[in-house]
């Protein structure tokens, strides 16, 4: 898979003397209370007597015989240095995981230190692993607090509802493979039935597919909030996520159907729970508020590694609004919001805040100087109960109006940039643009005043 032939070399040269480096510990003088409590990273007790990979963090080692083997504290440095070097690579990137390039390339260094063959060629053995590993896959992440009436597909993800037939052949295929043995389709059956879940496909190794998806349905997702009613009303709840983002969940339920090999569906089942306060779905309504509109305008992004400055801020924008749509505490909203200002909006660390927000808030989302003084005016206001919460700890009244009103203002001003960010690749061209335009305008009046002067 790479292509830089320098790159392979190096590669080659440091696992064959990193392979050379390996210290071996009896696991006697490492686990003081004994061996019963040794777990591999999938919280499964080893057979002792067997070879395993045992992980802590980045941390990795090779168990037998009762040692441990592993690499010292630089060399391991140096291995995970390496292990990111590959991963960096544009054409490992998309397709292959950093934990499948640690633990595949650690494996070939053990082989070559079990082999002592210093001709193995350790980047062959791994690009045919890395290759060999990437597959077709439908990934499917469940969403809690949505409640689809039917399927429907914003962008590349699909938003739907497991129907009760859903695992029919894999339950039917798995028993003429297995017989009565318990089957564990029926157990995802039971589990996922009538849940909603966000489905795209992805070609990649399994682990780096389900990242790929949850960054993509992430997106996804936080479009739907940003275009929620809660934008206009703010008591409306939107706390609809992957179930993995959640703040009460910390963790996360993943299908991955191969669609290279019939019938052959995984599961990663970390809770399993009910869907409390579901929130009705109807596309429509989100369309209406410009959902199908922001899907098509960041449509025309590159790929990450490739968008200008500026689209990276508005990408975390919109992230960011998300989040503070979902925070019920108005307090903590409203400071959140003032964080997608300032982020897009301040040109450095040192700019005043109300002064800048200010001029290019109203410059960017309004027309008229009657809507541009009303939106400085709120601004003033809604930057008192900010900084009374945050320097004070005092919970300011808030009305509801001003509260929507600031709402429409950064979602209309996310709406802008992305628009913007197609034209402009910093902030400073932007806001360059702006001053000058500012500077037009007032010019003629400048004039005048003069001449009346003389």
């Known amino acids: 898979m790479i292509k830089d032939q320098n790159r392979l070399k190096y590669l080659d040269a440091a696992c064959l003397r990193l392979a050379g480096s390996f210290v071996e510990v009896p696991l006697e003088k490492i686990f003081k209370d004994g061996l019963s409590n040794i777990k591999t990273r999938d919280g499964i007790k080893p057979n002792l007597h067997q070879a395993f990979q045992l992980r802590q963090g980045d941390k990795i080692w090779w168990c037998e015989n009762g040692k441990r083997i592993g690499l010292e504290k630089s060399d391991h440095e140096e291995f995970l240095r390496i292990v990111r070097l590959i991963y960096e690579d544009h054409s490992v990137k998309p397709y292959i995981s950093f934990e499948f390039i640690l633990t595949r390339m650690f494996q070939c260094m053990i082989d070559v230190r079990h082999q002592d063959n210093r001709s193995t060629i350790v980047s062959t053995n791994l690009c045919e692993e890395m290759a060999s590993s990437i597959t077709s896959y439908n990934v499917y992440l469940r969403l809690i607090h949505l409640k689809p009436s039917k399927k429907i597909t914003i962008g590349e993800v699909e ?26 389709y029926e157990i995802y059956k039971d589990i996922f039935s009538n849940q909603a879940y966000a489905k795209v496909y992805v070609r990649a190794e399994s682990q780096r597919a389900k990242e790929i998806a949850s960054e993509k349905c992430s997106l996804t997702l936080d479009l739907l909030k940003v275009c929620s009613q809660t934008v206009v009303h703010p008591k409306s709840k939107v706390n609809f996520d992957l179930d993995r983002n959640v703040r009460i969940h910390a963790n996360q339920s993943v299908l991955l159907e191969n669609l290279e090999y019939e019938h052959e569906i995984t599961a990663q089942i970390e809770r399993a729970y009910g869907q409390d306060h579901e929130l009705a779905f109807d596309i429509e309504e989100y369309n209406k508020r410009g959902l199908q509109a922001l899907v098509q305008l960041l449509s025309k992004f590159p790929t990450e590694k490739d968008r200008s400055e500026l689209q990276r801020i508005t990408m975390r924008a919109i992230q960011k609004l998300a989040s503070a749509l979902s925070e019920p505490n108005f307090h903590r909203r409203v400071t959140d919001l003032f964080t997608v200002l300032e982020s897009l909006l301040l040109k450095d660390q040192n700019s005043p805040i109300i002064e800048s927000v200010g001029k290019y808030l109203s410059k960017l989302v309004f027309k008229t100087l009657e809507e541009r003084k009303e939106c400085i005016t709120l601004l003033k206001k809604m930057y008192a109960v900010r900084s009374a919460y945050l320097h004070h700890a005092h919970e300011a009244p808030i009305e509801l109006v001003d509260l929507a009103s600031l709402q429409v203002c950064v979602y209309s001003l996310v709406f802008k940039m992305i628009t913007k960010s197609l034209d402009y690749k910093t902030k400073e061209e932007l806001f360059e643009e702006i001053d000058e335009a500012i500077i037009a305008a007032y010019t003629p009046k400048i004039f005048r005043e003069q001449k009346r002067a003389k």
């Open 159 to 184: 938003i739907g509802r497991f129907k009760p037939g859903f695992f029919d052949k894999q339950i039917l295929a798995f028993k003429r493979r297995h017989g009565d043995i318990e089957n564990i």
